[in-house]
């Protein structure tokens, strides 16, 4: 079992009273001080196996086990880390830190700054992760929970759930600032794989990365889409995001849709590059039985709220007359879709 924050204040404070007390210096002195304060835990966090290294951290990671928590005091914990063992539903395992605790991956060229890699069940939970080609990265990892995270400065995407990881959750966190690597692949969110990788990470068929909640998030500074859902992926809901797309070079939509059966409602944008939504058949099949309703983005000139394009006109998309697209100086709401809209 852990420590809590009170019990590790007490034990370095009695520590830094002994030493005073054998060599004569006082315990208030600055030493003391950066002593306690460096292996505080947050008080956000549940009381657990409290870590202020990276080499602590990996060791902590490596270990654990179902129900356990590990908890970032504040501080840089430089490297890459990866995410292997599994909780379980009934007891899941926790990595918690406040946004002072930065996993930082250094290089944008290289490397994913946190890699779950057939982990399920985790809850990660306050911390920021930076640097790395990649934020934080899920392979075959389902069932958890990336809660008030903030993601920020990447080569590429931010947080890309991949190669069969589903029934996750991305909440309540602040991406920002992607792309630095190359401009094209620096999305916020990005679920599922291109059919053009899919030999290369699900052996040649779809990326069933199906079911994922993206819900919450403040998403800002990418060079590419906020949010984008790939071919393959099917169920998942995105809800209440806000999506400001000011610094979007590479593309023409806060939100691209290519999977099937997703919810995507309630999401807020601003400076949409074009249209807010654009939803697309990129493989026969996908693309289709998407509902887009009750969102409001701030478009171009020329955009809609919604651009349902080519063959995914006919593929049983519906899209609500409840969206709305306003146009900077416009006297009156953009057009809703490029489509009939419905309600």
């Known amino acids: 079992m852990g420590v809590s924050a009170r019990s590790v204040g007490a034990l370095v404070a009695g520590a830094a009273l002994l030493l005073a007390a054998v060599s004569g210096c006082s315990a208030a002195g600055p030493a003391s001080v950066a002593s306690a304060s460096a292996s505080v835990a947050p008080a956000s966090c549940p009381a657990g196996t409290l870590v202020s290294t990276a080499a602590e951290l990996t060791d902590a990671l490596s270990a654990a086990t179902p129900g356990a928590v590990v908890v970032l005091a504040d501080g840089r914990y430089a490297g890459t880390f990866t995410i292997a063992a599994s909780g379980t539903a009934a007891e899941p395992i926790t ?75 991305v909440q309540d966190s602040t991406i920002s600032t992607t792309g630095l690597r190359n401009a094209r692949f620096g999305e916020g969110v990005y679920v599922g794989t291109a059919q053009s990788n899919w030999c290369t990470v699900s052996a040649c068929s779809p990326d069933a990365s199906d079911r994922n909640l993206i819900s919450g998030n403040t998403i800002t500074g990418t060079t590419a889409e906020a949010i984008d859902v790939k071919e393959g992926t099917t169920g998942g809901r995105l809800l209440a995001n806000t999506l400001d797309g000011s610094a979007i070079t590479e593309v023409d939509s806060l939100i691209d849709l290519k999977g099937s059966g997703w919810t995507v409602s309630d999401n807020r ?3 949409a590059p074009t249209d807010g939504v654009q939803v697309h058949v990129i493989v026969d099949g996908w693309g289709a039985g998407n509902i887009i309703a009750a969102n409001d983005f701030a478009v171009a000139a020329s955009g809609y709220a ?35 809209c419905a309600g």
């Open 269 to 271: 944008g601003t400076a």
């Open 95 to 169: 990595l918690c830190g406040a946004s002072g605790a930065v996993l930082d991956g250094g290089s944008t060229d290289t490397g994913y700054t946190l890699h779950l890699q057939g982990a399920s069940n985790w809850r990660l939970e306050g911390f920021t992760v930076t640097g790395g080609q990649k934020g934080v990265m899920l392979d075959g990892s389902s069932s958890n929970v990336l809660t008030g995270l903030t993601v920020t400065r990447t080569g590429d995407e931010a947080v890309h759930l991949r190669a069969g990881s589903s029934d996750n959750t």
């Open 306 to 340: 919604v651009a349902v394009v080519g063959a995914a006109r006919g593929a049983g998309n519906e899209v609500g007359c409840d969206n709305v697209a306003t146009v900077a100086g416009a006297d009156a709401p953009g057009p809703v879709t490029n489509v009939t």
